[in-house]
């Protein structure tokens, strides 16, 4: 049960995160240090790819290494 618990809790946190599998190029931009290329680079990764399993694969992205995927991990979901 109290796993249960956590999932619901994280699943309503999730809520006000920007989920990177399903938010559009304009959405992505909202986030600190995403701009219009890297935004359309992410919706073009996911696009030829798939969806990302984690927040870690952001770093599939041509743009986004350690650094950038650190100051936004706490924002986004999968």
Same mark, same amino acid.
């Given at each position: 049960?109290?796993?249960?618990?956590?999932?619901?809790?994280?699943?309503?946190? &999730?809520?006000?995160?920007? /989920?990177?599998?399903? %938010?559009?190029?304009?959405? @992505?931009?909202?986030?600190? +240090? !995403? =701009?219009?290329?890297?935004?359309?680079?992410?919706? &073009?990764?996911?696009?030829? /790819?798939?969806?990302? %399993?984690?927040?870690?694969? @952001?770093?599939?992205?041509? +743009? !986004? =290494?350690?650094?950038?995927?650190?100051?936004?991990?706490?924002?986004?979901?999968?």
């Amino acid at each position: 049960a109290a796993g249960t618990g956590a999932a619901a809790g994280s699943a309503a946190q &999730a809520g006000s995160k920007v /989920n990177v599998n399903t %938010a559009t190029a304009e959405q @992505l931009q909202e986030l600190p +240090g !995403i =701009g219009p290329s890297t935004a359309q680079k992410i919706v &073009a990764e996911r696009s030829s /790819n798939g969806p990302f %399993a984690a927040v870690a694969d @952001l770093t599939r992205v041509s +743009g !986004i =290494g350690e650094k950038k995927l650190a100051s936004i991990a706490d924002l986004v979901c999968v």
